[in-house]
């Protein structure tokens, strides 16, 4: 028989019992006792400086407004009614660019008027090449404090937009102007945009019609227009020791301005090339000249099974470029898929429609080169 334990095993005497030792208590580390309370200017974030600047810019985005814009500038989003009668059978068409590192060139020299005409152009012209009309315009400029002095930059970057806007039949309904602190260098700042257009299903031009035969019509370019300027730069600041205001004999201009000259809207001339409607078919396609030149842009609307031949005596390049590629001993490959060579668009027209195409720029009083044709090939080009 099992005798009774007198202490139960979960029971100890109370000589014995168990105690638990207190844990140290854990103290948060004292705050410094500052005597000024923290603020999202102090950390570089001027919201009344940013205000003030978007105001203004109000001002210049009300200058474009249409019948067709419902709401104004500030609101969360932009609204723009579509007009169903001008566009019974609406395809809408949209692209979203930026001004690259020509903006460098607009730090050094202080020049901010035309970098959003540079913007607004580029973007309209991306459009415009697929029979498109530009709609609305949305903006997107980034800079590091918004300082009083910076506040003046952005107006003046702005006012260049909604000049640019006006100018090309389109609304500027809105955009984004942030500040970021330590993200962007003291009097320096990005920018970008995107565009909507819209063109009746019938009017979209691909470049599907284009067939062997084909000439290729080209307008001029005003300069690099926003491509191709990260080597520019190398180039004439770096390798030759410009200065942005030195008058340079060979490009019969001083750098700088050489370097800014605005990226032009070929939307005018675009509209009188196209006023024949589809059934004309004037235009089989377009190609906008940007980053990647005639090398790459020209076959984005080849169809399958066609290539281009260009001649390259067939106009004059202009002297920068010349000048760019002696200072680089830079190959002609090189050349022709960096930079446009002093072409920004070139018009696929039907050998039996060129006379009526050449009579339309010329009344225009629109510079053009007849530059080659289409051919058998593969979707590229190629250059004798």
Request: hydrophobic letters at 40%; charged letters at 20%; aromatic letters at 6%.
């Amino acid at each position: 028989m099992l005798e009774e334990s007198p202490n139960p095993p979960d029971e100890q005497p109370a000589d014995k019992a168990v105690t638990h030792v207190p844990q140290p208590v854990q103290v948060a580390a004292k705050l410094p006792n500052t005597k000024t309370p923290a603020t999202y200017a102090g950390a570089g974030v001027d919201i009344t400086s940013g205000d003030r600047a978007k105001q203004r810019i109000k001002m210049l985005a009300r200058k474009t407004f249409n019948k067709h814009v419902l709401s104004e500038i500030g609101g969360f989003g932009g609204l723009f009614a579509l007009d169903l009668e001008k566009f019974p059978q609406p395809v809408l068409v949209s692209s979203a660019d930026g001004v690259g590192t020509k903006l460098k060139v607009a730090f050094e020299l202080g020049i901010h008027h035309t970098v959003g005409a540079d913007l607004v152009n580029h973007c309209v012209n991306d459009i415009a090449v697929q029979g498109a009309t530009p709609l609305f315009f949305l903006d997107y400029l980034a800079t590091g404090k918004l300082r009083e002095q910076d506040s003046n930059t952005v107006e003046t970057v702005v006012r260049g937009l909604s000049e640019a806007c006006r100018a090309n039949g389109c609304a500027l309904i809105g955009g984004e102007t942030a500040q970021m602190p330590g993200f962007y260098a003291d009097g320096e700042y990005e920018l970008a945009g995107t565009i909507v257009g819209c063109v009746n299903r019938p009017d979209v031009i691909t470049g599907e019609h284009i067939q062997i035969g084909d000439v290729l019509i080209s307008l001029p370019s005003n300069g690099l227009h926003t491509n191709g300027y990260s080597l520019a730069r190398k180039l004439l600041f770096e390798v030759a020791g410009y200065g942005p205001d030195q008058y340079v004999n060979e490009l019969k201009d001083k750098t700088g301005a050489a370097l800014m000259r605005t990226h032009r809207s070929y939307l005018g001339v675009i509209k009188k090339l196209l006023a024949g409607g589809p059934e004309a078919r004037l235009v089989r396609g377009m190609a906008h000249i940007t980053g990647g030149g005639i090398t790459e842009n020209l076959p984005r609307i080849l169809p399958r099974g066609t290539g281009a031949v260009v001649d390259l005596a067939s106009w004059t390049v202009p002297p920068l470029f010349e000048h760019l590629q002696q200072l680089g001993n830079v190959e002609q490959d090189e050349m022709f898929r960096t930079f446009n060579m002093g072409i920004g668009l070139i018009v696929v027209v039907p050998a039996e429609q060129v006379k009526k195409a050449k009579a339309i720029l010329n009344r225009a009083n629109e510079r053009h080169s007849i530059i080659g044709r289409i051919t058998r090939g593969d979707r590229r080009v190629t250059y004798n």
